[in-house]
């Protein structure tokens, strides 16, 4: 049954989606998302979306309370009620409002305000998942799965037939033989799989900023991805001279100093991929962070016949996101691009600083692949 | 869709409605519907009516309803709608300690919609009033589209607290001091001083006296102010001025007769909640209640008189002011004697057994709104015994404190946040300011500030649908302000009050 009200409610859904999409790029720079993620849905600010009247700024009005306490002492965060009722924010200038959004959802948004082509699946409808479907009814079956109703329904049925059924007295006990189970059938879903490998330098250079950058812009790709398949997986490696793979909060959170061998990530996640990635059930997607400095011409020149032998010829796509550093040189990305710019399965994206993050996705997801 | 009580159910409220009546509670019929969560969250979504015109903001109240009820922040308890008939609402999962509770209180409601001044003017038949603004706006969706009809309501919500919360109860017209100056306006332009009355018509021709009159007329049209006094309605002077195509005059009267009819409740929120509260637990404890249900009926009671030390609870402190108030006419705690008795031991004991409590709440029951309750009962023993304070923000440790507990600021802090039912008061003071149609609106500072971007959000609606520039004054840290909106610009001029 449907409700009136869930016409107006599907409305204020729509607006919420507005204003989200007109201000998207501002949410796509800042950080703040990431912390407000719960598991499936991300709790986003939404200004404006309160009808705005002549009123009282709350700090100006105070009030009248009621309780213990002496003269001068402070009320718990929290024990205020601001005045009219509603979710207002706190102090000038910010009246917005929290509303859960369902990470599908803002994947959605991204793609539809950056124009975003649908990835066009390379590996189709390999995996398989099992899903139960319940189909009728059993006279057996595990006590879990007992249908009541129908149970109590054989009951009064053969309580009716024998004659023991009493309308003034309307008690029913079903015995053994009416009992009625749920009967199920598993049903074969396909599915298509995906992992995204992220690799990145944590050597001296990387401050952080530029991992705050790598963060963000990994968030966003995480989305849509995930909004793309239906299992996604990630990996996570991080680099100076050697590589290791990590936990995900490792790999935000971890500095290093020392020298960068660019190398050292790519044979782990051609290592990772010819291990647990088979190509013909995966969509694979390595992306790469670093500020451009690698150890020597002799490791990039290994770096690239890597991906040209290794890597390349199994990935739906490889990426690599150049964040701009103080100390960084920047050459490695121009020596990705002489070598293997033209491929059609690499990105290529240099990121200057946050403003530029919302470019970038779209350097990366532009492609479709 | 809802559905009418059970049996049991029906059972219940008849008993209910029993000892009601037996109290003395005086109630139009009461109709209970039984209805689900979902459903119960439309209805409060829809501020208690089954049907309105369409709006996202229905749709924004229940998500926020809907979500406090999933995560058990919230539960609506009851709802009922000031009509003839009464309408209210039963959850269908309650137990029926719960449902007893919920229709007592309702009973309470009713009887107080029922007799209170404030109520005299509202639409009884609001329900299905409510019902056809939903079909006219409906109607002129599909008339005008729904982007623009949408729009519309956006911006004449935002000025839907800019009525005169009073006006049902003040007969504005006839103006008697308007007929006053027109009737003075009528002396006569007698011309230069005439001695010998046959030198009259010389000295004054009355060609004259025709081009003199002329000039006054003039003079007298130059300076009236257009309103001629300040118009508290500011929707009824957009709605008689301002340059409106028809569709958009019918939803801003909608929108006006809406605000019109809840403002009564928004004045009697600590007396009607209070008198409830009162009444369902008199006859809950008194009557209803069954051995097994105490500690049921405990819980509840006590979840809807729990405080917060930043907010008032009108449950809490309605129901607490009528038992108040029913104590001291039954031990005779009032009038000259009383008052002028300062032997603290004497007042403590202090029993005339006039039992003249129920008659007196009844009494007031009728002819007080929040205001009025507040200032004549709020005594200072009762404060003291209420623990109540008052709470301001320091920026200094930027926390809120207690600031207050002394009972003058108490109740004086008090009846400012009820005047113009916590609104700040707004009026049109000049329709044709600076001579070029603009819009003026004066805000009446009364030691608070309005909030900065708000107040800016809403003259831009105003101006919209005023078409010409819109501005108020108001006062900021002290100082004279006008807000100016022209259709582009926000501008703020400092000037001297």
Redesign the interface.
């Known amino acids: 049954m449907s409700l009136r009200i869930h016409q107006d409610h599907s409305r204020f859904k729509q607006i919420v989606r507005g204003k989200i999409k007109s201000n998207l790029r501002k949410y796509v720079q800042k950080g703040e998302m990431i912390g407000k993620k719960g598991k499936d849905t991300i709790s986003i600010p939404i200004p404006f979306i309160d009808i705005p009247h002549f009123k009282y700024g709350h700090k100006e009005q105070g009030g009248v309370g009621q309780g213990d306490g002496e003269v001068g002492q402070q009320l718990s965060p929290g024990a205020v009620q601001p005045g009219d009722g509603h979710q207002a924010g706190q102090g000038e200038g910010d009246h917005s409002l929290e509303v859960d959004v369902t990470l599908d959802e803002l994947a959605q948004i991204l793609g539809e305000e950056l124009r975003l082509p649908n990835i066009e699946r390379r590996q189709n409808e390999k995996i398989v998942t099992q899903k139960i479907k319940y189909t009728g009814v059993n006279t057996t079956g595990p006590e879990s799965l007992r249908h009541f109703k129908r149970t109590y329904k054989q009951a009064l049925r053969r309580q009716i037939a024998m004659g023991t059924y009493d309308p003034a007295r309307p008690v029913i006990i079903p015995t053994r033989e009416d009992r009625r189970y749920r009967s199920y059938k598993l049903q074969e879903l396909p599915e298509t799989n995906a992992v995204i490998i992220y690799m990145m330098d944590v050597s001296g250079s990387m401050g952080d900023e530029q991992k705050e950058i790598v963060r963000i812009e990994s968030f966003w790709l995480d989305t849509w991805l995930r909004h793309q398949y239906k299992g996604l997986e990630a990996r996570y490696i991080i680099h100076d001279a050697v590589a290791r793979e990590v936990d995900r909060d490792t790999f935000f959170h971890t500095r290093e100093s020392g020298g960068t061998m660019i190398s050292s990530a790519y044979k782990l996640c051609r290592d990772i991929i010819k291990s647990d990635y088979p190509k013909s059930a995966w969509n694979i997607y390595p992306f790469h962070f670093s500020d451009g400095d690698n150890w020597s011409a002799d490791d990039t020149r290994q770096c690239i016949e890597m991906l040209r032998e290794d890597i390349l010829p199994g990935v739906n796509q490889f990426a690599y996101g150049q964040v701009e550093s103080p100390y960084g040189s920047g050459q490695f990305i121009k020596d990705l691009r002489e070598a293997v710019g033209d491929s059609t399965n690499v990105a290529l994206s240099e990121i200057a600083d946050k403003d530029a993050i919302y470019a970038s996705i779209k350097d990366f997801l532009g492609k479709g692949r | 869709?809802p559905k009418s009580l059970t049996p049991p159910l029906a059972k219940l409220n008849q008993e209910i409605e029993g000892h009601a009546r037996e109290f003395g509670l005086d109630f139009f019929e009461t109709i209970f519907e039984v209805v689900s969560y979902?459903?119960l969250?439309?209805v409060a979504?829809?501020g208690g009516f089954p049907?309105r015109y369409?709006?996202?903001?229905?749709?924004?109240e229940?998500?926020?309803l809907s979500?406090g009820y999933e995560y058990g922040l919230s539960k609506i308890y009851e709802l009922v709608i000031n009509n003839d008939p009464c309408y209210a609402y039963l959850l269908e999962s309650n137990s029926d300690v719960d449902q007893k509770l919920v229709m007592a209180h309702v009973y309470g409601h009713c009887d107080f919609f029922k007799n209170n001044f404030s109520f005299r003017h509202t639409n009884r038949r609001m329900i299905d009033d409510m019902a056809n603004h939903a079909t006219r706006v409906r109607r002129w969706i599909d008339k005008i589209g729904v982007e623009k009809v949408?729009d519309f309501i956006?911006r004449a919500?935002?000025?839907?607290?800019?009525i005169d919360q009073h006006a049902p109860h003040i007969r504005r017209n006839p103006d008697p001091q308007r007929a006053e100056d027109e009737l003075k306006s009528n002396e006569r332009v007698e011309g230069f001083k005439v001695n010998r009355e046959y030198m009259r018509g010389f000295i004054n021709p009355s060609e004259f006296l025709d081009s003199q009159r002329k000039k006054v007329e003039e003079e007298k049209a130059k300076t009236k102010k257009f309103p001629e006094r300040p118009q508290r309605d500011v929707l009824a002077f957009l709605l008689e001025h301002a340059p409106l195509e028809p569709w958009e005059s019918d939803i801003l009267s909608i929108i006006r007769d809406e605000a019109y009819y809840f403002a009564p409740q928004g004045q009697t929120k600590i007396m009607n909640e209070g008198w409830a509260s009162y009444w369902h637990s008199t006859i809950m404890t008194r009557r209803a209640l069954k051995d097994d249900e105490v500690i049921d009926y405990a819980d509840r009671h006590s979840g809807t008189m729990g405080?917060?030390?930043?907010?008032?609870?009108p449950y809490?402190?309605g129901i607490e002011l009528w038992r108040d108030i029913e104590e001291r006419w039954n031990k005779g705690r009032f009038g000259k004697e009383w008052d002028e008795c300062d032997d603290l031991r004497a007042r403590r004991s202090w029993d005339k057994k006039l039992n003249q409590g129920r008659e007196k709440i009844f009494e007031v029951r009728k002819h007080y709104n929040d205001i009025t309750f507040i200032d004549t009962f709020l005594t200072a023993e009762f404060a003291i015994d209420?623990?109540?304070?008052?709470?301001?923000?320091?920026d200094k440790?930027n926390?809120?404190?207690?600031?207050?507990?002394e009972f003058r600021k108490?109740k004086n802090?008090?009846l400012q946040?009820l005047t113009n039912f916590?609104?700040?008061i707004?009026e049109v003071v000049d329709g044709n300011h600076d001579n070029r149609g603009e819009l003026l609106m004066a805000?009446k500072h009364d030691g608070?500030?309005?909030?900065?971007?708000?107040?800016r959000?809403?003259l831009r609606?105003v101006q919209s649908l005023w078409r010409r520039p819109a501005c108020?004054i108001t006062r900021y840290d002290n100082k004279g302000v006008l807000l100016r909106f022209d259709g582009q610009n926000h501008t703020e001029k400092k000037i001297d009050l």
């Open positions: 869709m979902d459903e969250n439309m979504a829809y049907t369409p709006h996202w903001r229905w749709g924004m229940y998500e926020q979500k949408e956006d919500l935002s000025l839907e607290n800019l405080t917060r030390p930043g907010a008032l609870n809490k402190l209420q623990k109540l304070f008052v709470y301001g923000f320091n440790r926390s809120w404190e207690i600031l207050d507990r108490v802090k008090l946040q916590g609104q700040p707004i805000h608070q500030d309005l909030k900065g971007d708000y107040a959000e809403t609606n108020i």
